[in-house]
């Protein structure tokens, strides 16, 4: 391999080396006095030097397929940890209007209850945006302006909704948020039912984007240099780039019609 490329390498390996578990405990615990904790670098992110290295070790057509490989692998990452927390935000929302219904079927007003649920999200160790939000929509009612559902986005939105609606029309602010947290519960368990049977399909697309790294492996192991010839020929490169390129398209195309399915 080129030196540069090597040296490449290594500068990024030491530029994104995620902190120890021990280090961030101790910045947290000096960023109580005001200092601002670190945050934490994606490991993942270790993939962009992949297209560095193709292009200081081999020339133009291994960085443009290493970088459609790292575009790739972060747009899936970054949707994963967006999908991870909108879930987060549902089941927070949930909860937060079970502990609603329990404060009104005793008479609790329903400023009171929000409040409640939003002490009872903060109390959690991982808790996401919900409690806050609660809070601030609980402010809001308590100063007599309306619970704002512009003001909010996410799963907080349709609370907020649903309260902005029983106070325009009358309605029984229990009934409506029990009606709220039941389609929530519903939703989730046919979205939970619909990722589960799509696990197989998924699977398979992604062994079928896989295969063509299984044949230069045999090809190598055969003696037939198949990397070689894609790494240091012209012809080779654009082989390289074109099947990268029907690989990761393969990818983005199985996962549009999945999300398709789920989306219903």
Known sequence: MNPGALLVAVAALLV?????????????????????VRRRVDPWQLIWALPV??????????????????????????????????????????????????????????????????????????GGPVGPELALMAARAELGGDPGPAAHSGAVRR????????????LPVGDVLAALRADLVARQDFAARTKAGLAGPRATAAVLAGLPILGLLLGEAMGAGPIGVLLHTGIGGVLLVVGTGLSVGGVLWSGRITDKVVSR
């Open 16 to 36: 994104l080396w995620p902190i120890p578990e021990s280090q961030r405990r101790l910045e947290r615990l000096v960023g109580v006095g005001g200092r601002p």
């Open 53 to 126: 290295v193709g292009v200081v070790g081999f020339g133009p057509a291994p960085g443009i397929a290493g970088a459609m490989v790292a575009g790739l692998v972060t747009r899936q990452r970054r949707r994963g940890v967006r999908d991870a927390e909108r879930d987060r935000d549902v089941r927070e929302l949930i909860a937060a209007l079970a502990v609603m219904g329990a404060e009104l079927s005793v008479g609790a007003p329903v400023v009171g209850a929000c409040r409640a649920a939003a002490s009872e999200l903060a109390s959690a160790d991982d």
């Open 159 to 170: 609370l907020a909704e649903a309260w902005s609606t029983s106070l325009r029309f009358g």
